[in-house]
């Protein structure tokens, strides 16, 4: 069985997208609390634990029905092919998210910025690079995001923050049109009199 299992691997051609590595360059997880209570009493906010937060006064929106405000939400990527290597690529992703300071939400800000290393198989032309790079790069960045945030905010009075679901063919898209917007219109001109 092994032995099948070998040879019909070897038949199947590599023809997909890897991701050599991944480095998190930037994540900050700012949280807003209701420190009126601590205001009034004169305490100070300390943030180490439970008991002293309880201590301070501060109170977590926690526990209750509440009008959700969604944050707003904002993305940006940048793609540059390695030298001397035409299939693989360093895709640069950042996702922030904001909440006005009335939402009643636990977290103000989040913002994570990832650089992944992708490489395609060396017999991929153009038009099938094209198809992977770079929407399917900043999928599988913005899939590792959600996991590090989800996984960061656990701990959060609020329970883990998951990022939305978003199709990163919309964000590619924006990203070309805005890209394409601030190019100046080239014009031709006649010298013809």
């Given at each position: 069985m092994y032995?099948?299992?070998?040879k019909k691997r070897r038949i199947v051609k590599y023809s997909q997208m890897q991701l050599n590595g991944c480095v998190v360059t930037q994540l900050k997880i700012r949280c807003q609390i209701d420190q009126s209570n601590a205001a009034e009493s004169g305490e100070e906010y300390v943030s180490n634990n439970v008991s002293e937060r309880e201590e301070a006064g501060a109170k977590y929106v926690q526990n209750e029905v509440i009008d959700l405000i969604e944050p707003e939400i904002s993305?940006?990527?940048s793609v540059v092919?390695?030298?001397?290597?035409?299939?693989r690529f360093l895709v640069l992703f950042e996702t922030s998210l904001t909440w006005p300071q009335k939402s009643r939400s636990n977290l103000a800000e989040i913002v994570i910025e990832l650089l992944g290393d992708f490489?395609?198989?060396?017999?991929?032309?153009?038009e099938e690079i094209n198809k992977y790079v770079p929407t399917l790069c900043i999928t599988n960045l913005y899939s590792t995001a959600r996991g590090l945030i989800a996984q960061s905010t656990g701990m959060f009075p609020g329970g883990s923050f998951y990022l939305p679901l978003i199709?990163?063919?919309?964000?590619?898209r924006e990203?070309?049109?805005a890209i394409q917007a601030s190019r100046p219109l080239i014009t031709e001109t006649s010298s013809k009199k």
């Amino acid at each position: 069985m092994y032995q099948n299992f070998q040879k019909k691997r070897r038949i199947v051609k590599y023809s997909q997208m890897q991701l050599n590595g991944c480095v998190v360059t930037q994540l900050k997880i700012r949280c807003q609390i209701d420190q009126s209570n601590a205001a009034e009493s004169g305490e100070e906010y300390v943030s180490n634990n439970v008991s002293e937060r309880e201590e301070a006064g501060a109170k977590y929106v926690q526990n209750e029905v509440i009008d959700l405000i969604e944050p707003e939400i904002s993305f940006d990527f940048s793609v540059v092919e390695h030298e001397g290597s035409t299939n693989r690529f360093l895709v640069l992703f950042e996702t922030s998210l904001t909440w006005p300071q009335k939402s009643r939400s636990n977290l103000a800000e989040i913002v994570i910025e990832l650089l992944g290393d992708f490489s395609l198989p060396d017999h991929f032309k153009d038009e099938e690079i094209n198809k992977y790079v770079p929407t399917l790069c900043i999928t599988n960045l913005y899939s590792t995001a959600r996991g590090l945030i989800a996984q960061s905010t656990g701990m959060f009075p609020g329970g883990s923050f998951y990022l939305p679901l978003i199709d990163m063919h919309d964000v590619v898209r924006e990203k070309y049109e805005a890209i394409q917007a601030s190019r100046p219109l080239i014009t031709e001109t006649s010298s013809k009199k």
